[in-house]
């Protein structure tokens, strides 16, 4: 850090800069596989804090790097040698009740914690899966999240976004202002054009009545009839109803006392309605494949006991007035319990589901012996990738290919593999335009998870990692020829080598946010960034 940096930092920022007491707690990011060392990390607390920081580093020709949350799965939020420009201290929300239509939501507030907050007063907004990433990435991205069919994704709620730009201005970009900037935001991925401090959200509301659900197979046919069927009716106009967005996934278990894995499949989302009209639906989309695992289990209502209720308005309105705190609670819960099953963790043991495979021998013995009990409690070492399906591609014939995939694969007790199926359509496919997202005619995504350890000693075992980080690649080298494309939260930089050629980048570019748009992109990027200020692995090119 230069000696300019350091004299004039304003009282109330906060710099952990190499060596003091705080540091390594400070440097760690969520993707614990990268051990970047940066040279120190500015805690903003406002617009003001993030203009001193980047007027600093324009003037002294400091590198930075921009950390909402951490959440950046290639680490790019950090990097060694620079200072980290962070948001997390920007997590307050200004007051609202339960009349409140708008809501100004900082970039450091955790997305949980946006959760909790707005269903007290029967609020929500269609955020993320993960409830410990912070909203600035994950809006800016896009955000997908189990709201996405009847809401959109997260940035579709977004109508004014405070940013401060590359020579230091701070502004509000709208449709009406700055609208070339907004549309970029707006799923153009973060640190690109200009560090965005907060965003005002058209929230919407969880009442009447919201329901989460949850259903499992075992059986190998079923879960590709299951699988292949959800595919099916969200290729299909009107197909699924919006009010329903669900996920499915594909997983490794070991049943106790079966001597080899295997492949069980999951479905759970949540449903803006009771859970008497959701099962209707399930049984209707899915028959007996549904109809013989729904229980009582099966689905968890906000507020709880609104079907068995005989004067839904009179209970609805005690639930609010005098119990918000209930309701609150029983939605903040439901919510979790969503994520933590559609996210399978920790139920994945060592096995060769294939014995005619050689599988790898790793050294465990001074190591976690299981798999992360969750993928969003704390930082955990992990690889991800995405893509979609092709406009032509026989549903049943990607899920075979995926099943049979996961049925060969070579599996070790500190890491959880799968694959998930991310619904879209409704709402997505109507703001096709409105957004930097590329991708908004695909029914759904596919989304390939490693996650390993409970510990951030990763940068340790460079072995484990290969392997790990190895089998995500080839998973979607193997599917490839079904799908394209690429979704920048579930960014994986590894589809084009040697991206710090620009020739290259560019390539991996257009894979993640399609030619015409990037070349859109790159128009905004220059008039607002010509110098390329805001720049990084990924980063998007001026012209």
């Not at 800069?17 to 040279?39: E, Q, W």
């Not at 040698?81 to 307050?92: F, R």
């Not at 068995?308 to 319990?337: G, H, M, P, V």
């Not at 060969?408 to 619904?423: I, P, R, W």
Request: aromatic content about 10%.
């Amino acid at each position: 850090m230069s000696s300019t940096f350091k004299k004039k930092v304003p009282s109330d920022l906060q710099i952990v800069k190499f060596g003091d007491p705080l540091y390594h707690y400070a440097r760690v990011i969520s993707n614990t596989r990268f051990g970047k060392m940066p040279a120190s990390i500015a805690y903003c607390k406002n617009a003001k804090h993030v203009q001193y920081c980047l007027k600093q580093c324009r003037k002294n020709n400091i590198p930075f790097r921009v950390r909402s949350g951490g959440h950046q799965h290639e680490g790019m939020c950090s990097a060694n040698k620079v200072i980290i420009i962070d948001l997390s201290e920007m997590h307050t929300l200004p007051d609202f009740d339960k009349d409140t239509k708008k809501l100004w939501i900082p970039a450091g507030k955790q997305l949980g914690q946006v959760y909790a907050e707005l269903a007290e007063k029967g609020k929500t907004i269609p955020g993320g899966g993960c409830q410990s990433v912070n909203v600035g990435g994950l809006t800016q991205g896009g955000g997908w999240g189990v709201s996405v069919r009847k809401f959109g994704l997260t940035c579709d709620s977004v109508t004014k976004i405070e940013v401060v730009l590359a020579n230091g201005d701070i502004v509000e970009a709208s449709k009406d202002k700055y609208a070339d900037l907004f549309w970029a935001l707006k799923g153009g991925g973060g640190g690109n054009f200009g560090i965005v401090t907060r965003f005002e959200f058209k929230l919407v509301s969880i009442l009447p009545v919201t329901t989460n659900f949850e259903l499992r197979w075992e059986k190998p046919s079923e879960i590709k009839d299951v699988i292949t069927k959800w595919a099916e009716l969200h290729s299909k106009k009107g197909g699924i109803d919006e009010a329903l967005s669900a996920t499915c996934n594909m997983q490794i278990v070991k049943v106790k006392g079966k001597k080899k894995s295997e492949v069980h499949g999951r479905m759970g989302g949540k449903f803006y309605g009771s859970k008497v009209e959701l099962s209707k639906l399930l049984i209707q989309y899915f028959g007996d494949l549904a109809k013989n695992k729904i229980t009582d289990e099966t689905f968890k209502e906000t507020p709880k006991g609104y079907s068995d209720a005989t004067n839904k308005k009179a209970f609805l309105a005690t639930s609010i007035d005098t119990k918000a705190e209930k309701l609150y609670a029983d939605y903040a819960a439901n919510q979790r319990a969503l994520i933590d099953f559609i996210n399978p963790v920790g139920n994945i043991q060592y096995v060769r589901s294939n014995e005619s495979k050689k599988c790898e021998k790793l050294d465990l013995t001074v190591l976690p012996d299981s798999a992360p009990t969750s993928t969003c409690d704390q930082p955990h070492p992990h690889k991800v990738s995405s893509s979609f399906p092709k406009d032509d591609v026989n549903h049943r014939e990607l899920v075979e290919a995926i099943y049979n995939y996961l049925k060969d694969s070579c599996y070790y007790a500190d890491v959880n593999m799968y694959m998930s199926f991310h619904c879209m359509g409704g709402a997505v496919t109507r703001n096709a335009g409105n957004n930097a997202f590329g991708y908004a005619h695909k029914p759904y995504m596919l989304q390939i998870q490693a996650w390993w350890d409970d510990v951030s000693n990763a940068f340790t075992n460079e072995g484990r990692n290969k392997v790990y980080v190895k089998w995500v690649k080839d998973f979607r080298k193997s599917i490839s020829t079904h799908t394209e494309g690429a979704f920048i939260n579930f960014v994986d930089k590894t589809l084009v080598k040697d991206i710090k050629d620009d020739e290259n980048r560019l390539k991996l570019l257009k894979i993640y946010y399609t030619e015409e748009n990037l070349e859109k992109l790159r128009k905004i990027k220059t008039k607002y960034d010509p110098d390329n200020l805001f720049s990084f692995e990924m980063s998007i090119l001026p012209e």
